[in-house]
């Protein structure tokens, strides 16, 4: 079974500092990741996705890797705003059906 | 964009009734999924739908059932309500190629 694991659960950053937010997975066979951001109380928002071919996806301020082998991925965010407040999570696709496995999540604050 | 709509974002209910979740999107998507989102656990998947009619069992199906009659309207259905079924319950579409699209979520709560 795939688990996910995302370390730190919790980040708080000062404006302007780059964000780095880690995401593990137990197996390698996975078909995608992606990653997710979700304002509280509301569902969430793709940010990013990586193909299992692809080492990384870049989207604006949000930079995404992926290395199979060793099981990681991590989400970069450069430049923090106060409206980068939020929750991030990862999820990899464990065959091609879309039935993702998700992370718990990152809850990020970034202080003004 | 894509458009996946939950017709409720609070629902109140009583332990044992009947609840139907609705869930409809706009993109003629064929795959449509449930999760539930409780602290601590993460995104949970309840069932999900590869076509019209069509349905299969997530990792955690107990007390759950499912409906899809048209391709656009994916509905979860709470037989018999429990307190143990209070959560966020999130609705999600995906076409192939692209990013999962969720719904906003319809929190349940029941008592």
């Known amino acids: 079974k795939q688990e996910v694991t995302q370390i730190p659960a919790a980040l708080s950053v000062p404006e302007g500092e780059n964000l780095v937010l880690n995401c593990s997975f137990t197996?390698?066979?996975?078909?995608?990741l992606q990653w997710f951001r979700q304002d509280p109380g509301k569902g969430l928002t793709s940010l990013l996705l990586?193909?299992?071919?692809?080492r990384e996806q870049t989207s604006g301020r949000l930079n995404a890797s992926l290395d199979k082998s060793s099981g990681r991925s991590t989400l970069y965010i450069a430049a923090s705003q106060p409206g980068d407040s939020a929750t991030y999570l990862c999820?990899?696709?464990?065959?091609?059906?879309?039935?993702?496995?998700f992370g718990a999540g990152t809850t990020v604050t970034v202080r003004a | 964009d894509v458009k996946v709509t939950q017709s409720s974002r609070y629902l109140v209910k009583r332990t044992g009734e009947k609840v139907f979740l609705e869930c409809v999107q706009d993109?003629?998507?064929?795959?449509m999924f449930w999760y539930r989102q409780d602290p601590g656990l993460g995104l949970r998947l309840i069932y999900f739908?590869?076509?019209?009619?069509?349905?299969e069992k997530g990792d955690i199906p107990e007390g759950y059932s499912v409906s899809r009659e048209k391709k656009e309207r994916f509905s979860l259905i709470l037989e018999s309500a429990s307190t143990n079924q209070t959560s966020m319950y999130l609705c999600?579409?995906?076409?192939?190629?692209?990013?999962?699209?969720f719904g906003n979520g319809t929190r349940l709560t029941v008592t």
């Open positions: 999820a990899v696709d464990r065959s091609d059906d879309y039935k993702l496995s």
């Open positions: 197996d390698s066979a996975i078909y995608n």
């Open positions: 990586i193909q299992s071919s692809q």
């Open positions: 993109m003629d998507h064929e795959n």
């Open positions: 739908s590869y076509d019209v009619k069509m349905k």
């Open positions: 999600a579409s995906y076409g192939g190629y692209e990013p999962l699209h």
